[in-house]
């Protein structure tokens, strides 16, 4: 960016410099020699406010005009260039946000990937437990069905409890059908 601005300057100077070797020329070509030659009763001062003064004034309006111009583009350009750096600070202040985002997201990730894996494995244990407790449910409903027949069995057919009335109790209380009794 510095280089952009001294080859700016060097231009601008050089254009400056060209004006003012030729403005001269330019001026002397139009000017009669007789206005360039002092008179002999004339003075310096005024010689040099008649022919020079006027000259002098050119230049230094061409040169101030340069140098304001000059001034104004290298202000432009710092103000630019101040800008250009604060956006590239920005970014970069952004883009390490969004680097330690993405590394809170990866980690994230990772954490509910392995929570997912405990769940399905706390999932799967569930469903086998689940599994066992309907297998048992099943085998013990298997075995109350025949303890009660064999109670059934036992206690309606024993010839002292049908006599004491007993065994109708027994078969009513095992929920014995009317016909089976």
Known sequence: MKKWIILVVCVLLTALCCAMTCAPVGLAESASEAELVPEAAESFADYFERVWLDKLLQYASVLLGAISAVAVCVARVKKASASLDASNAKLGKRQEDLAATQRALCEAKDAYLAS????????????????????????????????RQAVRIGFCNDPGLVENGYAKEIARLLEVPDDER
């Open 116 to 147: 997912a894996a405990d769940m399905q494995r706390s999932l799967d244990e569930v469903c086998r437990r689940q599994q066992e407790i309907l297998a048992a449910y099943q085998d013990n409903a298997h075995q109350t069905e025949c303890l």
